[in-house]
């Protein structure tokens, strides 16, 4: 075996692990695509030799979200190590930093943007109130003696 057939094999491995980290998050199916940059006019035929592992995408931006999912989906198993089940479900639930959505629904809201921030997020560096400006009034120094 060459060394470009173990790329193949290892980049359509890796977009069907992210395919089925979709599954457990539950993601509809007719999304899935579109998260991964696969676009939004595949027939689910063709969605599913992806899902197989028997279809390979040339664009390098498929295997990079497809990272970004699996590296969320690692990183909640690492919040919740005893309980699989517990970290599948985090993405589902509703996060107070996120204004109580999911971060499901920030992926599905808004795609590549949506995945960066929950990537930053569940990397704890991600800061929802980096834009907000200080609520606190400057002290007056007057006022201080």
């Not at 035929?45 to 028997?54: A, K």
């Not at 107070?96 to 959505?101: A, E, I």
């Not at 929950?118 to 200080?134: E, G, K, R, V």
Request: with cysteine; hydrophobic share 35%.
């Amino acid at each position: 075996m060459t060394s470009n057939q173990e790329s193949t094999r290892e980049l359509t491995s890796l977009l069907r692990e992210a395919i089925q980290v979709l599954d457990h998050w539950k993601v509809p199916c007719e999304q899935q695509p579109v998260l991964l940059g696969l676009g939004d006019n595949l027939k689910p035929r063709e969605y599913n030799r992806y899902r197989m592992g028997t279809a390979f995408s040339k664009d390098s931006s498929v295997y990079h979200l497809a990272k970004k999912i699996l590296h969320i989906d690692d990183a909640t198993q690492k919040l919740y190590p005893y309980s699989l089940e517990s970290a599948r479900i985090w993405v589902t639930v509703g996060q107070p930093l996120l204004g109580g959505k999911s971060s499901l629904d920030i992926i599905l809201e808004n795609g590549y943007r949506g995945l960066e921030q929950i990537a930053l997020m569940i990397d704890n560096q991600y800061d929802p109130y980096s834009a907000a400006t200080d609520p606190r009034p400057a002290r007056d120094p007057e006022k201080l003696n």
